[in-house]
């Protein structure tokens, strides 16, 4: 039972924008969404989002990378919100006919032409 836990949880880190981008689409028809998924109102729904990202940071000061001095709740609900943003990201960009993965490529390799590692 262990061992097919862990093998869930692999497979959680191993999806690809493609799929959750089919998630996402069959998560909306199923629920009679789509009507109301315009770029306009995804991304007001994506700040929203953002908004409450920020929340979780707001009067933590600076914190150390891996947030060591967290507890396990306040991870979780930061997952979360970083997953809202993600998602909302996703499904805007696939109503915009953007490849998310196609341009995030291409703006790696202009950001390496622009600001050089040496």
Same mark, same amino acid.
């Given at each position: 039972?262990?061992?097919?836990?862990?093998?869930?949880?692999? &497979?959680?880190?191993?999806?690809?924008? &493609?799929?959750?981008?089919?998630?996402?689409?069959?998560?909306?028809?199923?629920?009679?969404?789509? &009507?109301?998924?315009?770029?306009?109102?995804?991304?007001?729904?994506?700040?929203?989002?953002?908004?409450?990202?920020?929340?979780?940071?707001?009067?933590?000061?600076?914190?150390?990378?891996?947030?060591?001095?967290?507890?396990?709740?306040?991870?979780?609900?930061?997952?979360?919100?970083?997953?809202?943003?993600?998602?909302?990201?996703?499904?805007?960009?696939?109503?915009?006919?953007?490849?998310?993965?196609?341009?995030?490529?291409?703006?790696?390799?202009?950001?390496?032409? &622009?600001?050089?590692?040496?």
């Amino acid at each position: 039972m262990g061992e097919e836990k862990e093998n869930a949880e692999e &497979k959680v880190v191993e999806i690809s924008l &493609k799929d959750l981008s089919r998630k996402l689409e069959e998560f909306a028809r199923a629920r009679d969404w789509e &009507k109301y998924h315009s770029p306009r109102n995804l991304l007001l729904a994506m700040v929203g989002e953002v908004g409450e990202l920020s929340e979780i940071f707001q009067w933590r000061g600076e914190v150390d990378k891996g947030l060591p001095n967290w507890e396990e709740s306040d991870k979780e609900h930061l997952g979360e919100e970083l997953s809202d943003v993600l998602l909302y990201l996703i499904r805007l960009s696939d109503i915009c006919g953007i490849d998310l993965g196609v341009a995030a490529t291409k703006k790696l390799v202009k950001n390496a032409i &622009k600001y050089p590692a040496n």
